[in-house]
């Protein structure tokens, strides 16, 4: 009589598609789905910021000048180039044959040649960045092929914790590298120019877009937290009724 009884309910369970922790058949899937789009979501903003990161670090223009060429005395100077730029390891330059060249600084591997202690501390945080950012981007991608459970959990909050350590880094070196506008070498092109301040120099976009993938890279712990396909306590559907 007991087991005719309990097989009753439960086919009146089945019926009205309730299952004994609360949830309809089709909640989870559904909820494991929309963890699932947070998670490319997050794979595909890193890898893109990995990106942004490598371009503005390579980028030659960090601090610009373009020189006005209508004066005849400006052309016999010692530097007589019309514009010159600057990176963290490549700085550009425009000769009177309008020929636009770019060299490293001191030659690959002279990396003690850079021309400011500031410079060089800079080169270091920011690639030190890159590098700790391009790993969890790798983590971020390999959790997206494993199943949903504790390993997948591990990795997602290893790679969050890895993008919130490159944020602090990244932001490091663009702070110390106003520090090297007082070096001899950028005097000698952007007249008097000091810490923080550019001179007859001015901001390039290579820096600027530096500082706009450090601002996006701060949102990445964030997603990383809600990465996992499926959370260790979803809220039952009932109770938000």
């Known amino acids: ?9 439960k086919e009146e369970e089945a019926g009205f598609g309730i299952d004994r922790s609360g949830l ?30 490598s371009f503005s670090f390579i980028s030659p223009a960090w601090i ?11 052309q016999h100077q010692h530097h007589s180039q019309d514009s010159v730029s600057f990176g963290l390891l490549w700085h550009c330059s425009e000769s009177l044959d309008h020929m636009y060249r770019c060299y490293t600084f001191g030659g690959l591997g002279k990396f003690a ?10 080169a270091v ?3 030190g960045g890159c590098a700790l950012l391009a790993v969890s981007s790798l983590l971020a991608i390999i959790t997206i092929f494993l199943p949903s459970g504790g390993c997948e959990r591990r ?16 932001a490091a070196g663009l702070l110390v590298y106003p520090f090297g506008l007082n070096s001899s070498l950028v005097r000698s092109f952007c007249g008097d120019s000091d810490i923080y301040y550019a001179g007859e120099c001015q901001i390039g976009w290579g820096y ?14 964030f997603f990383a937290k809600y990465a996992p396909k499926e959370q260790l306590s979803p809220t039952p559907l009932p109770t938000l009724l």
């Open 24 to 53: 309809s058949p089709g909640f989870a899937p559904h909820a494991a789905t929309m963890f699932s789009c947070v998670g490319c979501f997050w794979v595909l903003l890193s890898s893109a910021l990995v990106a942004v990161c």
């Open 113 to 122: 040649e850079i021309p400011s202690s500031s410079w060089q501390t800079s």
């Open 208 to 221: 600027m877009l530096a500082i706009v993938g450090v601002m996006l890279t701060v949102f990445l712990p």
């Open 125 to 127: 945080l920011c690639s």
């Open 1 to 9: 009589m007991h087991s005719l009884l309990g097989r009753e309910k």
């Open 64 to 74: 610009v000048k373009d020189q006005l060429r209508s004066s005849l005395h400006q």
């Open 155 to 170: 990795i997602c909050t290893l790679a969050g914790y890895m993008q919130m350590a490159a944020v602090f880094i990244m």
